[in-house]
């Protein structure tokens, strides 16, 4: 696509597990990065409700070698409840045993990648809480760039597992002269050809539902949608405004949009010449098994 609002980014790491989704007790990564984990690594670097990344294409400098791993894990996870019973009465709680041969740890075999590399080329877009002139797209690519080329991160980004830290750079030229730039200087012949790598997990959350943006309301807007609320209680029984209470505490929107429910996205992936073609508007059609 040629767009003057794609940035690219030079990714690189000693490991990576990018999951497949089918694998349900021990983690095989596919074979190159999946667009929700190169989404996941400029979202490290820079985001803001404002602006959302469409994966454009992933270029694969280096593939990596396959690497089996085997980790102690823990079976259990804290929940929010354990947690809030820890901060107010710690001798209630019971710790999560984790370690070898521990009462929740286990083993676990891991089947991941070692040493790669990638160009990962997104389209930034605005969501409708831009406010222009103030928000525009030039703001937030100028930010961008700065950040990359800074070495700048909210969090450290990872590939496909946060464990698995990745380094990253700005790329100034284009995708394909970056491509072939990195092909010299690691001594490796241009990659050709078109090799079919199945379907793909492309996200799982839908594009389009996070195009709406994310904001958390207002103290004052909260406060409007609790009154709105207890106007349509009046006239109810005592009990059925109770229960009505709860239920509006546990469903009440507290952010401008509903929150966003999982909705995995698969694609036919295909490496041409080096390749992914990720851009959802190209990928995720009924005739090719994005959706």
């Not at 409700?49 to 823990?74: A, T």
Request: positive net charge; aromatic residues 8%.
């Amino acid at each position: 696509m040629n767009s003057p609002n794609l940035v690219t980014l030079r990714a690189w790491g000693d490991f990576a597990c990018f999951t497949r989704p089918e694998m349900k007790v021990e983690r095989v990564s596919y074979p190159v990065m999946t667009p929700s984990a190169a989404r996941g690594i400029l979202e490290a670097i820079f985001w803001e409700p404002q602006m959302f990344y469409l994966i454009d294409s992933i270029r694969v400098v280096k593939r990596g070698r396959w690497i089996s791993i085997r980790r102690n894990e823990v079976t259990k996870v804290v929940s929010l409840d354990n947690a809030t019973t820890w901060m107010q009465s710690p001798e209630k709680t019971k710790p999560i045993q984790a370690g070898g041969g521990a009462e929740d740890g286990t083993q676990r075999n891991m089947l991941a990648l070692q040493e790669v590399e990638y160009l990962i080329t997104a389209e930034v877009r605005l969501t409708p809480l831009a406010q222009p002139p103030r928000d525009n797209l030039g703001k937030y690519l100028r930010e961008i760039e700065g950040r990359a080329r800074a070495g700048k991160c909210f969090h450290r980004p990872g590939l496909g597992m946060r464990e698995f830290a990745a380094d990253f750079e700005w790329v100034p030229e284009s995708p394909d002269a970056a491509l072939a730039r990195r092909a010299t200087e690691l001594g490796q012949s241009p990659v050709r050809g078109e090799e079919p790598l199945g379907l793909m997990l492309y996200d799982v959350f839908d594009p389009q539902g996070r195009a709406a943006g994310f904001r958390w309301l207002t103290e004052d807007e909260l406060t409007a949608q609790a009154a709105t609320f207890e106007q349509t209680l009046t006239g109810m029984k005592k009990g059925e405004q109770t229960k009505r209470r709860k239920e509006f505490a546990i469903s009440r929107l507290r952010s401008s949009t509903a929150p966003l429910k999982p909705q995995p996205l698969f694609f036919d992936a295909r490496l041409r010449d080096g390749c992914l073609d990720c851009h959802p508007e190209r990928v995720l059609t009924p005739n090719n098994g994005g959706n």
